[in-house]
């Protein structure tokens, strides 16, 4: 991914992080509350909120029924044990078995396509793992599970492995209910993420693009209610931040979960706007919401470096990722 390059100018060349901080910073110089952030959302009634007192919400963290973050991080463990898992390497075809293993007691629902890139024609393959609800319409839950090509240095632990390992746990999770009395729910690992050359309308997200395509062909979109994108869930160190390219009603409430399970200091902080898989679902007509932490290390000095490694994420992260997006699902499901 990567975050749009048409907002506020920054002003040295290559500081997107410092760009950010910057673009909050004016926001509360001004007086005026950044979009989404705790000073405009606060505003807002949180009814579901107000039902439980705070010290009984906290009571309820860690208890069964939550995401296992230590299992998420045993997953990205073993994905990034793969090594660099570009699209088309062998490390990639590793990965592809390792999913259907995780994933073959679901509905698995496989993707695959070919499709032009600056490096010749590649295949590329979309798992989506379906758990059936009771009511009409479906909710999303997606990450990328490719690493950034032709970069033999990078095993993107965060950029590619929580994206995967996170989607994985919260399969586990929706697997163990018996039945879903909410909407049916698709966990989605989409390929071809990463550009082959340069970042492009062309050269990016193939995978997510090919598949809103195809819902949009076939009338899934019209009946996706909402698409939670995962990426660089895992950072120790989480903010994940208020994106202003998704749909800010569901924007908003990922923002009441993460605030009805005590969560709220790690999230919308800052506002960016990010280029990323939900990009191609949203121009499909779908509301979109992308949980990323574009805060990775100091100035996002990790992002796409060799030191996206393993020793950077915390299972906490991952499990306040997880529980978030199962908090918001539940919200999802109480709307009329
Ligand atoms: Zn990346």
């Known amino acids: 991914m990567r975050q749009r390059k048409d907002k506020a100018p920054s002003r040295r060349a290559g500081s997107i992080a410092l760009m950010v901080v910057l673009f909050s910073w004016l926001g509360c110089l001004q007086g005026e509350p950044v979009p989404g952030s705790r000073d405009t959302l606060q505003a807002k009634p949180h009814a579901d909120t107000e039902q439980q007192p705070a010290n009984k919400r906290k009571t ?9 973050g230590a299992r998420a991080l045993q997953y990205v463990k073993e994905v990034v044990a793969f090594g660099p898992r570009p699209i088309g390497s062998p490390a990639h075809a590793k990965l592809e078995e390792y999913l259907r293993a995780h994933l073959r007691a679901d509905t698995l629902e496989e993707d695959s396509f070919r ?12 798992f989506i793992a379906k758990f059936p609800g009771s009511r009409d319409g479906i909710v999303v839950i997606a990450g990328h599970y490719d690493t950034l090509y032709g970069r033999k240095d990078f095993v ?16 586990d999770y929706w697997r163990a209910q018996k039945k879903r009395s909410g909407y049916s729910l698709w966990v989605v690992l989409l390929d071809g993420e990463e550009a082959v050359k340069q970042w492009s309308a062309t050269d990016s997200v193939y995978g997510a693009r090919h598949l809103a395509a195809k819902w949009k062909a076939d009338g899934t979109a019209a009946r996706v209610k909402a698409f939670l994108l995962l990426d660089m869930v895992g950072d120790a ?13 569901l924007e908003d409430l990922v ?7 005590g969560y709220q200091s790690h999230f919308f902080a800052r506002a960016v706007g990010m280029e990323d898989d939900h990009l191609p679902f949203r121009e499909a007509g779908i509301p979109v919401a992308d949980l990323i932490d574009f805060d990775y290390g100091y100035n996002n000095v990790f992002w796409h470096s060799p030191e996206d490694k393993v020793d950077k994420l915390s299972a906490q992260s991952l499990a306040i990722v997880g529980d978030t997006v199962v908090e918001t699902v539940r919200l999802l499901d109480a709307r009329p």
């Open 156 to 171: 993107g632990a965060n950029d590619g492995g929580s994206s995967t390992g996170l989607p994985l746990a919260l399969a």
């Open 60 to 68: 309820e963290i860690g208890k069964p029924g939550h995401i296992d």
């Open 237 to 249: 160190d989480l903010n994940i931040e208020r994106d202003q390219n998704s749909t800010p009603w």
């Open 115 to 126: 499709t032009a890139t600056p490096a010749g024609e590649m295949p590329m393959r979309n």
């Open 255 to 261: 923002y009441r979960a993460a605030g009805n399970l």
